[in-house]
């Protein structure tokens, strides 16, 4: 569910964990709960991903379409971001009950894409002001078990790296009519490098000490959090306080210092889950939600 | 050229199954810790999780309230991607909102209302990849999530669909077979008792077919009811042992 | 059962979606071969036998299954449709492709597939475990399936080991790709090309013959000039169409004029319906009925339709200057309004070739084994075919199918498919007719015949259920004479409240054909029973049409009647249908109900009842005409025929009486009034017959050529055009009227059958009713079948089914039984030329007077009211210095020297059969009176009395 509501005695209880450094569940402020990542669950999507994270469930489904280029950027293709609340997750969400936190988090993506550096733009484009493609990035919310934020940028990224979209060849005529043509061979597609895509890394600041990867009983305890973008490299490119409490200064400086750590350490062992699943090739057997 | 031929002289369909065939069925209940009941489940590429969560206090208004039985609240909702075409929206829709109501009826049919009045049971679908016969995956979806949260039913609800090409009736429409604009039936049965819970036909049918494609249907559902039933006892056997341990 | 899922990727409507589906791989597909104990299970169907008695073959001489793949299967489907070959294993991934590039071949191969004799056998490979295969990196669709097939072939042949391994029997792979010839070599595949196995066939030498000849791409270029200007590739084509740089159309040659044809624009663009296309060049290749692209000229070179008429002579290939100089003829000066739309043909969207009858033009070099084929179809080019049996063939009528045309060539080139017996022999001549018409003339199949009523038949209880006895009534039938197929009769009676009782009683076919059945199917799709100049195809078995259903006199017969209350003023007050027993009292002939109702002296029931219904009759046509129904004429001629040799020993044109008219006018009306019960009934699927009325520019000629003779004709209503021509009377020029008549039925549309649903205009013009539908023939005549099973269920008589409440399967029915019906309309009158021919080839020269029926730039048509003959006489010969001829459209006439033919002209015509063609052998006619000087015919000079055989064999 999207919250919790905890008694008194529990929020001391783990607040008194936290600056001991021992969680609830026996991890350390820095440590994340174990994150299960599969690609390609979905086979009708251009790339798609399941992330677990706890009780965090998480599927991303790209899909590629043929759009044409935004005006300003004639040359480049786009992401656009949908973020699906499913009344799976807490009967709330039901309706519209879901929308405001989808908007919120699409928007969050949304600026954590809105940068050159993480995803190569112009290798979408397919000619300059008339094809490019638009690749449709939707989240799916299936269950919900804190650091929401987190799972669904290692979702998105992972979604990403197996996302294969089709070459196409532009043919033109005499007349300068254009038309598209597909390639023969299914195997050609282009790729999307996901090196630089950014992950975000959420540090809860639970009484004086701040955690990274709280669950829903820590985030109830939390009064404010700050989310950091970090690239592979450590690179910031984004950062946004979220919660009703405030934070001073200094502890902002800590925490980002803490993202960056973390995050480099994240990206790694993601890109390395990520390659090794990838070179099991297409014989891989499928879990999915059958396991 | 025209379009495919749905059943070949052979008598094989476009993806090689004979005209009665089910396609591969795979499921699994207990996909979710924090819903009361959740089950996912494959019908060849068609896929759907159901969760279910109640029977709990009526949500919202207390005047939805039901004196006698429990109130049953279905959602259906289709993942953005889970269609060829990118869908722009998950649920809301008119299609989303008919299935809604179809999958009610249906399981206001088969789960023992009447012990929960005063209550909300509800029931969320949602589909993650569509390949025809959603709402058949999404009642046999239902139904195993319904057992997991260990709500009272009549019977299992099981669900298929047919369809009718050149003089056969085919079992379990593929979307290539429903996109080509034939006559189509969903049914959800009820195996044990034979009973009908929801019969729903589009497109034109003779009369004289109709029995033909009914009992197609209807024999579709019953392997289908075959197979779940595998499944439920084989999760009731892991969770035993789970238990028992 | 084991499955995999294959990924597809699909663009449509310009973008690229990813598609998935699933695809099952199974391992209980058999290999076919009967007996084959590891694939146990019994075939439904046709197999391949377990020792196949092949033709010997000198390179594979164990006993084999062939299998073939796309190409060959698409290309030498002649071959392979020989009672010659058989044990072919057509693998779905083949069977795929060829559904995709050729409609017609498909259809073939499944009819082969279905006949038992032939033992072909579909193998499901792409489903089978054993021999799926996934399109693998870096390799394209095609050759993905190249491998498909190989690895299907090497499967077999290892199964087959299994299977016996003393039997040795083999799977020959047949292709004419040589890439994959010796990729399957390598794998350990005997492989052959067609051309390599069929010519080892030492006991079938005739088989090389029909080979289809495909020159590869690289040969083409090495002979002669190029002629032609290239094909534009399919997507070219396409993207032109869009943009509109070009035009789709269907391509029709002229009949008359080898170098003209016309394109019919698809598509609603009004004002380019048609577009001209003139000279080889332009014509590029394009064979009538093709799909084609066409490029529009700029208005400075539109040229008029040339009114002239040209044959290909031309006996050696490759005199293309001579063309171009024949070319020029075309284009003449005219007047600017005639200029018509024309244009060039740059690529050909779909062919629609189909095997073409004719014969063959032995080539004059001896041992030559190229020879050019004359189809008997005018439209369509001579063909090149490669033969060694050319002298047996000479003088026979053959078919041909065409290969391909290369751009070097001046004629397509094709392959000897038939032979069908000489030619001018009655038979072949009828087959060959029958053929180019399209007309299913098989004996009916044991399959349809097994769904006859078993003899002896008698009316049971059953059948009696929905039934009237009205076997009391005193009905009887007036047909032609000789009529054994009789599916109407009458009755009037007077009511004892003074009205009279009219029924009209059809013979109930509908009773004894059952929807989708084998025998339902047949008729279905025969449409119509065809009438020969002396034979007959029908539509049912003979059994049915001539005894079950034919309502003859004195047996009990099942009927459909239409039985209405009348007043004596022919009102009708009371309409009802029933189905009923009848049984006939006299069957007649229009002649003897004729003589009955006019001699005083003959009082029976059935004469009182005759003079009723004519009288009746009589009110009832006064009545339609009054509505604006049309009265058109064609002259009609019947031949009688010698009894022994059937030989037409003399022609008689159709004499009408006032029964003729008494039975249509009851026909009629009973049409009429099933027509709004049905309709009434299912306003949705009820099958009508409309009659378009003629868009104005139709009338042109008839307007024309009555003006020339000072009438008017008025056609702005289909009841002013019959009342003026009723006034088109000429006092000195009786047979004027009659003229017009033929002229005005010209000018009209065809009726067609429709389905209510799928159309709103159900007007028929001719006979001026809002609603109209065919009730009164179902023995010769499917579409009164349907209307029989609907006005039934209308009734409650009969049960529905599916199909016929379906108005798309009903559209598509009446597609077809309008299209028999044309081709049935084209073999009857070739069948009467043929038949006058025969007559003139007796009776030799002869001079008759005529009338001008239409004038044309070189020529004059003129009927022959005696014979009912048409023909034309040419003024332009070959080795004749030509006349000076002027024609003027606008009148329309023609000057020749200083005599000036107008239509409807009196002139007197010399007609002998002309058999220098042997294969067109056709009626000249040449001008005897008026005399012009060096161009008609001086009677005294010729030796009239030479009969013409002989002179064939002095040509000779």
């Not at chain 3, 008729?523 to 539509?539: N, P």
Request: contains cysteine.
């Amino acid at each position: 569910m999207a919250s919790v509501a905890l008694s008194e005695a529990e929020k001391v209880y783990i607040v008194h964990g936290v600056q001991e450094d021992l969680r609830v569940d026996g991890r350390g402020c820095e440590d994340y709960r174990s994150i299960e990542v599969e690609t390609d669950v979905v086979s009708n999507t251009s790339g798609s991903a399941r992330v677990k994270l706890g009780h965090t469930d998480i599927l991303v489904g790209v899909k590629a379409e043929m759009g044409t280029p935004k005006l300003e950027k004639p040359n480049e293709g786009y992401l656009e971001f949908f973020v699906d609340c499913s009344a799976n997750a807490t009967p709330e969400f039901e309706g519209r009950g879901g929308d405001d936190l989808g908007t919120e988090i699409a928007n969050t993506l949304y600026r954590i894409f809105n940068n050159k550096s993480s995803v190569d733009l112009k290798s979408l484009c397919i000619s300059p002001r008339e094809h490019c493609w638009i690749l449709y990035v939707d989240v799916l919310l299936l269950e919900c078990g804190g650091n929401l934020f987190d799972a669904i940028s290692i979702a998105v990224k992972a979604a990403l790296f197996n996302t294969r979209i089709p070459k196409v060849r532009v043919l033109e005529d005499e007349e300068g009519s254009k038309d598209i043509e597909l390639f023969d061979d299914p195997y050609d597609c282009i790729r999307l490098c996901v090196e630089n895509v950014p992950c975000i890394v959420t540090l809860c600041k639970i009484g004086y000490r701040h955690v990274v990867d709280a669950t829903l009983q820590e985030e109830a305890c939390s009064l404010a959090s700050l989310l950091v973008s970090v690239t592979s490299t450590g690179v910031v490119t984004c950062m946004r306080k979220v919660g009703k409490g405030s934070l001073d200064p200094e502890s902002i400086f800590e925490m980002m210092e803490t993202g960056k750590r973390v995050g480099k350490v994240l990206h790694t062992s993601l890109q390395s889950v990520l390659h090794k699943e990838e070179s099991l090739g297409p014989k891989r057997q499928k879990v999915g939600f059958l396991g | 050229m025209a379009g495919l031929d749905l059943l070949s002289d052979q008598g094989y369909r476009v993806d090689g199954r004979r005209a009665g065939e089910l396609r591969k069925i795979q499921a699994r209940m207990g996909v979710f810790a924090q819903a009361d009941g959740s089950a996912y489940i494959e019908q060849g590429n068609t896929k759907a999780l159901a969760v279910v969560y109640g029977p709990h206090e009526i949500r919202g208004s207390r005047a939805r309230a039901l004196p006698d039985r429990a109130l049953v609240n279905c959602q259906y909702s289709s993942a953005t991607f889970s269609t060829g075409e990118r869908k722009r929206r998950p649920h809301g829709d008119r299609k989303s909102c008919e299935m809604g109501l179809q999958l009610r009826q249906t399981f206001e049919a088969a789960i023992l209302t009447q012990l929960h009045p005063r209550s909300q049971i509800d029931i969320y679908v949602q589909v993650l990849q569509a390949d025809g016969g959603t709402y058949a995956a999404c009642v046999n979806a239902a139904t195993l999530a319904v057992l997991d949260a260990g709500i009272p039913m009549r019977d299992f609800v099981c669900a298929c669909s047919a369809g009718f090409v050149d003089g056969t009736a085919l079992a379990d429409l593929s979307h290539v077979e429903e996109a080509a604009g034939g006559p189509q039936l969903a049914l959800a049965l009820l195996p044990a008792s034979g009973q009908i819970a929801l019969l729903e036909m589009d497109a034109r049918l003779h009369e004289d077919h109709l029995e033909r494609v009914l009992e197609a249907a209807a024999r579709a559902a019953r392997d289908v009811h075959t197979l779940l039933d595998h499944v439920v006892r084989q999760h009731v056997c892991e969770a035993s042992l789970l238990l028992g341990d | 059962m084991l499955k995999s899922k294959t990924f597809l990727k699909k663009t449509r409507a310009g973008g690229v979606m990813k598609i998935v589906r699933e695809h099952y791989l199974r391992d209980d597909i058999g290999c076919g071969a009967t007996g084959c104990a590891a694939c146990g299970r019994a075939h439904e169907g046709p197999a391949l036998e377990l020792q196949p008695q092949d033709p010997a073959s000198s390179l594979c001489p164990r006993p084999h299954y062939l299998l073939p793949d796309t190409n060959v299967l698409l290309h030498q489907i002649d071959v392979l449709e020989d009672p010659a070959i058989r044990n072919v294993i057509v693998l779905q991934t083949v069977l795929q492709e060829v559904r995709n590039r050729s409609a017609p071949v498909y259809k073939r191969i499944r009819d082969v597939t279905n006949n038992h004799e032939k033992h072909f056998y579909t193998f499901t490979n792409e489903h089978h475990r054993e021999t799926y295969v996934e399109q693998e990196q870096g390799e394209n669709a095609n050759d993905r399936n190249d491998r498909a097939i190989r690895v299907a072939a090497k499967w077999y042949n290892e199964h087959l080991k299994k299977m016996s391994a003393e039997n040795q029997l083999e799977v020959i792979f047949i292709t004419n790709d040589r890439k994959n010839k010796e990729k399957a070599i390598e794998e350990g595949i005997p492989a052959f090309t067609c051309e390599e196995y069929i010519k080892s066939l030492t006991a079938n030498p005739e088989l090389i013959d029909r080979l289809a000849c495909l020159s590869e791409e690289g040969n083409e270029i090495e002979s002669g000039k190029v002629i032609f200007s290239e094909h534009l590739p399919l997507s070219k084509l396409q993207q032109g169409i869009k943009s509109g740089t070009y035009l789709q159309g269907t391509f029709r040659a002229s009949r008359e004029n080898y170098l003209e044809a016309t394109v019919w624009v698809h598509g609603d663009a009004e004002e380019n319906k048609e577009i001209i296309l003139q000279g080889l060049k332009n014509l590029n290749r394009a064979i009538h009925e093709d799909i084609v692209a066409v490029e529009l000229f700029p208005k400075s070179q539109w040229v008029a339709p040339s009114s002239v008429v040209l044959h290909d002579e031309g006996q050696d290939e490759d005199d293309v200057e001579k063309e171009e100089e024949r070319e020029t003829i075309l284009k003449t000066a005219v007047n600017e309004k005639m200029l018509k739309p024309t244009g060039r043909v740059v690529g050909i969207i779909k062919r629609n070739w189909r095997p073409y009858c004719g014969m063959l033009s032995k080539s004059d070099i001896k041992e030559s084994r190229r020879h050019l084929f004359t189809p008997a179809d005018k439209r369509i080019p001579r063909i090149r075919i490669e033969t060694r049996q050319a002298s047996a063939l000479e003088g026979r009528r053959i078919i041909v199918a065409i290969d391909g045309w290369p751009r070097n060539s001046r004629y397509p080139n094709g392959h000897f498919v038939k032979n069908l017996g000489d030619a001018g022999d009655k038979e072949t001549e009828t087959e060959v007719l029958l053929l180019e018409h399209d007309v299913p003339h098989q004996p009916f199949s044991q399959a349809v015949l097994s769904f006859l009523p078993k003899m002896p038949w008698s009316i049971t209880e059953k059948d009696m259920k929905y039934r009237e006895d009205l076997r009391h009534l005193c009905v009887c039938s007036v047909d032609p004479p000789g009529c054994t197929d009789i599916d109407d009769a009458l009755h009037c009676r007077e009511l004892e409240n003074g009205n009279l009782e009219v029924g009209v009683h059809i013979a109930d076919v509908s009773h004894f054909i059952r929807p989708g059945n084998a025998l339902d199917q047949e008729s279905a799709r025969r449409g119509t029973t065809v009438y020969l100049c002396e034979k007959r195809i029908d539509m049912v078995p003979e059994l049915l049409s001539s005894n079950l259903c034919s309502l003859r006199c004195n047996v009990d017969r099942l009927a459909f009647s239409c039985i209405w209350e009348m007043s004596h003023n022919a009102e009708i007050l009371k309409t009802r249908f029933t189905k009923s027993v009848i049984n006939s009292k006299a069957s007649l002939t229009y002649a003897e109900a004729q003589m009955r109702i006019d001699s005083a002296t003959i009082n029976d029931d059935t004469t009182t009842s005759l003079r009723g219904l004519n009288k009746l009759a009589k009110i009832l046509k006064k009545q339609r005409i009054e509505k604006g129904a049309l009265t058109l004429s064609s002259p009609e001629v019947r031949f009688h025929m010698d009894s022994e040799t059937h030989d037409p020993i003399d022609l008689q044109t159709k004499e009408l009486r006032e029964t003729n008219s008494m039975v249509e006018e009851f026909m009629l009306l009973a049409n009429i009034s099933v027509a709004k019960k049905i309709h009434e009934e299912f306003s949705e699927h009820a099958l009508l017959r409309k009659h378009p009325a003629p868009p104005p520019s139709n009338y042109e000629i008839l307007v024309k050529a009555a003006k020339s003779k000072n009438l008017e004709i008025r056609t702005d209503t289909a009841k002013s055009l019959a009342d003026s021509l009723d006034q088109a009377e000429s006092p000195t020029f009786p047979y004027l009227n009659t003229l017009l008549r033929i002229l005005a039925t010209r000018c009209m549309m065809q009726a067609v059958y429709f389905c209510s649903g799928m159309d709103n205009d159900f007007h028929h013009y001719g006979l001026a009713s809002p609603i109209y539908t065919h009730f009164t023939s179902p023995i010769r005549r499917y579409a009164d079948v349907i209307v029989h099973r609907l006005l039934a269920v209308a009734i409650g008589a009969d049960s529905t089914y599916p199909e016929l409440t379906d108005k798309h399967k009903l559209a598509d029915l009446c597609k077809n039984l309008n299209f028999r019906h044309k081709m049935a309309q084209y073999a009857q009158r070739a069948s009467v030329a043929f038949h006058t021919q025969l007559f003139f080839k007796s009776k030799g020269i002869v001079s008759e007077e005529g009338y001008i029926l239409f004038v044309r730039k070189n020529a004059i048509v003129v009927l022959i009211p005696k014979y009912g003959l048409e023909g034309t006489v040419f003024f332009e010969e070959k080795d004749k210095p030509k006349p000076w001829l002027v024609y003027d459209d606008e009148i329309p006439s023609l000057k020749i020297e200083d005599t000036v033919f107008h239509i409807f002209d009196k002139v007197k015509v010399r007609i002998m059969l002309d058999s220098s063609n042997l294969q067109h052998q056709k009626i000249r006619m040449s001008l005897v009176e008026p005399q012009i000087p060096g161009i008609s015919t001086d009677i005294s000079n010729m030796d009239i009395n030479e009969p013409e055989r002989k002179k064939k064999k002095l040509q000779k």
